[in-house]
């Protein structure tokens, strides 16, 4: 079970927090990997931190996924895997993103490899992405109707 | 359409389909090319074809019965497709392979990767126009299947890694095989080399073409021999080492130009270095030793065990039919497979089947910077670079 770290809280999430309080929701360690939450409000420029700072330096954006936690809310969870080249590290963020407002900000001017990551998201699970230019669905046909990866729509297709 | 400036005054750009039924496209990639006379202006991918739906599949399969679809993802290096979700499971169980296990999994990965990067040289020089090449790239991927078959029953879904080990201990006399093909492989390689890497017309199509510098190439999230290529050692092998890989001694190639030459040159290196890890693989292999973690409810028993005791066959019955539960959590596990960085995702939420799992594939996420390397550059151009991403559509579109 995922908890949270009270005694060693990890320099990540201490970096995020002497630049704005509230970037950091809660902090969670699991079998050696750190995730930080970080609320919606503050996903684009938390990112921006996390690539910019000097001693963070997370500049490549391995992998942007959605996990679908229906029926629970908020229901959608955006989990983005970071590394760190130089400094051999890597990072979870995550938002928490809720099912009848499923809209984040778009990471894509902070890495551009967001771009189809994004849209991959969007296609299978419905999140949009404010600022992303170019959000059309990528796996699909454009005329498929609902969103494939939500745990609403049935495994062996809609009727 | 846009209007460019021409020679004789203004005129209108022309799109050309290309795809999806393209032999050059290795697959059913379809993308939309904008055109002034044979210059590209616009390069739009449009992907999709080979959609499957495995992240959605694999919520409805127990965890274990979930490999058989990793093989299907990356149909050309299955095994390294099996490492890497049997990693991510085992990391969210907690569970430690027996090093010969560990050690089986180096040497078949490192043949997959050779295996991969045949049928890459194979089929990106005929592209470009070298027959030849590719009648013997698969001659000698042939012996490597035929090792993988030895070995798993199975020549291409392999599904030979399994959660906590290996699927079956391997037949006696396989390391002579392997032995035979690491003797043959090196004189091999200085065969493809002799046809190409000196050869004015593979020059000719490959230098300066497809270049892309390191920072947009980080920007975009590549990795994998392109990013190497560009200039950047970065190697899941060596930075985030898993499955005992620290142990080996090899060398991770690099190189600056950033063009489909150095991305050729770079995966002939990495064939090379493959090698190595594989003499030193069969050197490390212990003869006996379990290759399957000791972990009643979540790893099968063994045979002999099932026929003589109680416990053993409950659990067998138990694993086949229910599967097993890892505490809610996530684990993310990055390897390096032949294409780049294969990052699997996987989620629980404390039943017997995984809540998500998505792949984070090389193919889909390399692909794109295609239009950042062909726009500018001439139609024919377009060929190299789509051989030198070295993408396979079923993992680009799972």
């Known amino acids: 079970m995922a908890e949270n770290s009270q005694q060693s809280t990890p320099v990540v999430a201490e970096h995020l927090r002497s630049w704005n309080p509230r970037a950091v929701e809660s902090v969670l360690e699991f079998h050696g990997e750190i995730t930080i939450v970080v609320p919606r409000e503050l996903l684009r420029s938390a990112a921006e931190r996390l690539r910019d700072d000097s001693s963070l330096q997370f500049n490549l954006l391995s992998d942007m996924t959605c996990v679908d936690r229906f029926p629970a809310e908020p229901r959608f969870e955006l989990n983005y895997h970071l590394t760190s080249i130089s400094r051999r590290e890597k990072v979870r963020m995550r938002v928490a993103v809720p099912g009848d407002n499923p809209v984040a900000d778009s990471v894509t001017s902070v890495w551009p490899g967001a771009g189809w990551m994004e849209r991959e998201v969007f296609d299978l699970f419905g999140v949009r992405f404010s600022g992303h230019a170019d959000l059309r669905r990528i796996l699909l046909p454009d005329d498929w109707e609902g969103h494939p990866l939500r745990k609403d729509f049935p495994v062996e297709g809609q009727r | ?398």
């Open chain 2, 1 to 398: 359409m846009t209007t460019v400036e021409t020679a004789t005054g203004p005129a209108k750009t022309m799109v050309l389909n290309m795809g999806p039924q393209h032999p050059s496209t290795h697959g059913v990639l379809r993308i939309l090319l904008e055109l002034d006379g044979e210059t590209i202006v616009k390069a739009i991918p449009d992907l999709g074809y080979l959609h499957t739906g495995i992240e959605k599949t694999c919520e409805a399969k127990t965890y274990s019965q979930a490999i058989t679809l990793t093989d299907r993802i990356d149909y050309l290096a299955p095994l390294s497709n099996n490492l890497g979700y049997c990693l991510a499971v085992e990391k969210l169980l907690g569970l430690e392979v027996p090093k010969r296990a560990q050690y089986i999994r180096v040497l078949l990965a490192e043949m997959t990767r050779i295996a991969s990067h045949l049928v890459w040289l194979g089929t990106h020089a005929i592209d470009l126009g070298a027959m030849s090449v590719f009648l013997y790239c698969f001659r000698e991927r042939e012996e490597i299947l035929k090792i993988f078959e030895m070995v798993a029953g199975q020549r291409m879904m392999t599904s030979y890694f399994r959660i906590g080990g290996l699927a079956l201990e391997p037949p006696t006399g396989w390391l002579r095989a392997v032995d035979r093909f690491v003797r043959m492989m090196p004189g091999r390689i200085d065969d493809y080399e002799t046809l190409l890497t000196e050869n004015r017309i593979w020059m000719a199509r490959t230098q300066g073409v497809g270049r892309i510098n390191l920072q947009d190439a980080i920007a975009l999230s590549m990795t994998g021999p392109a990013l190497r290529a560009a200039g950047l050692a970065y190697d899941n092998r060596k930075l985030f080492p898993y499955s005992s890989y620290k142990e080996f001694d090899f060398q991770v190639p690099v190189r600056t130009e950033s063009d489909c030459y150095a991305r050729y040159m770079i995966r002939i290196a990495e064939m090379r270095e493959s090698l190595k890890i594989i003499r030193q693989a069969m050197d490390k292999i212990p003869a006996e030793g379990p290759i399957r973690a000791e972990a009643p409810g979540i790893v099968p028993p063994g045979r002999e065990k099932m026929k003589t005791e109680m416990e053993a066959l409950i659990y067998h019955f138990k694993i086949f039919t229910e599967g097993f539960s890892p505490a809610p959590g996530e684990a993310y596990v990055t390897i390096e497979s032949p294409r780049g960085e294969l990052g699997v995702f996987v989620a629980s939420d404390g039943t017997p089947k995984p809540l998500r799992v998505h792949f984070r594939t090389p193919s889909f996420v390399n692909l794109q910077s295609l239009p950042k390397m062909v726009e500018g550059q001439m139609i024919a151009d377009v060929i190299a670079c789509i051989g030198t991403i070295d993408i396979v559509l079923g993992e680009v579109d799972r």
